[in-house]
């Protein structure tokens, strides 16, 4: 009995040890690493657990093991990158939201959180052709503006605006990324839905391709201000997303201080989960609250942020 117990420590401490490697490394590696990057703050609960075993059993290597390992973990646990406030004073403020609503299934919660909420822009994903129609007839009068490549199933999105937008290239991706360039009082904002394909199983590099094409995208234009948003499908602990965040975006959630609230799956949020859903944010701005919103009939939480546009220095 103490062997086995014995061997699932050591055989779990192993598991965990390649997922932190790859952390400290700053790789994402190949399945099952990605999937468990994901839930990275998790993997605190197994080592504990295996903590206890090798403390009860006097396996001192195992404890040694386990001290290492939680050590690493509290230490990638802690918001990744600086997060600064710009100083330049005030031009604009205005209210973002972005939600999957899961091959459209979500629209009406979704009209509803936007009728309550009214925020200025608002980022759908996975929205299909009844989803669009849906948006168009509930919140057309209210959001005459709009980005929208429309397809079935997960492949749809769409930008509703307040601002007038002027047409511009989104990224490419299996998933529909549209982009814009809105007009906010008299300030141009470049704006890019993001909606890369997810880390499963055989395509773990196309969904980092696809996170490396929005990185690109948001060097393209320093001199603008920029707003990316969506479900990136991925969260901190992945280096593929952290390259974006080197471009100098900042997390929205993070400058609010809900930088590891999770968005999904909802079924287990806030108590389980992981923040995969983002509003990324370049220099320009600043964020004074940031909301996760409970949808009925979706699999993500919506983010609802505050932001204020600021001139540069």
């Known amino acids: 009995m103490k062997t086995a117990a014995l061997w699932s420590a050591g055989l779990l401490f192993l598991g965990v040890s390649v997922v932190v490697g790859c952390?400290?490394?700053?790789?994402?590696?190949?399945?099952?690493?990605?999937q468990f990057l994901a839930f990275l703050p998790w993997l605190l609960a197994p080592v504990g657990l295996g903590l206890l075993v090798a403390v009860l059993s006097r396996w001192w290597v195992g404890v040694v093991w386990a001290v290492g390992l939680l050590g690493l973990l509290a230490w990638f646990i802690?918001?990744?990158?600086?997060?600064?406030?710009?100083?330049?004073?005030?031009?604009?403020?205005?209210?973002?939201l972005t939600s999957n609503v899961e091959f459209g299934q979500a629209t009406d919660a979704l009209v509803a959180a936007v009728r309550r909420e009214k925020p200025d822009l608002v980022f759908v994903q996975e929205c299909e052709y009844t989803c669009d129609a849906g948006l168009k007839e509930a919140l057309g009068a209210d959001y005459p503006h709009r980005a929208a490549q429309v397809a079935a199933g997960s492949a749809g999105s769409v930008v509703l605006s307040r601002f007038?937008?002027?047409?511009?290239?989104?990224?490419?991706?299996t998933?529909?990324?549209?982009?814009?360039?809105?007009?906010?009082?008299?300030?141009?904002?470049?704006?890019?839905?993001?909606?890369?394909?997810?880390?499963?199983?055989?395509?773990?590099?196309?969904?980092?391709?696809?996170?490396?094409?929005?990185?690109?995208?948001?060097?393209?234009?320093?001199?603008?201000?920029?707003?990316?948003?969506?479900?990136?499908?991925?969260?901190?602990?992945?280096?593929?997303?952290?390259?974006?965040?080197d471009t100098g975006l900042h997390d929205a959630a993070r400058l609010a201080g809900h930088d590891r609230t999770p968005s999904w799956p909802a079924r287990t949020t806030p108590a389980f989960g992981a923040q995969i859903d983002h509003v990324l944010l370049s220099t320009d701005f600043s964020a004074h609250t940031a909301r996760f919103l409970d949808l009925a009939d979706t699999d993500h939480r919506a983010l609802l942020v505050d932001v204020t546009l600021h001139q540069r220095g």
């Open 175 to 245: 998933m529909a990324m549209p982009g814009a360039v809105a007009d906010v009082r008299g300030h141009a904002v470049r704006l890019q839905l993001a909606h890369p394909m997810p880390p499963l199983p055989g395509h773990v590099d196309l969904w980092r391709r696809e996170l490396g094409e929005l990185r690109d995208f948001a060097v393209e234009d320093p001199r603008t201000p920029l707003v990316v948003a969506g479900d990136f499908n991925a969260s901190q602990d992945h280096a593929a997303f952290r390259r974006i965040l």
């Open 23 to 34: 952390r400290v490394a700053d790789a994402d590696g190949v399945t099952p690493v990605p």
């Open 78 to 96: 802690e918001p990744y990158g600086k997060a600064g406030q710009p100083d330049g004073r005030p031009l604009a403020s205005f209210r973002v």
């Open 164 to 173: 007038p937008l002027e047409s511009a290239d989104g990224v490419d991706g």
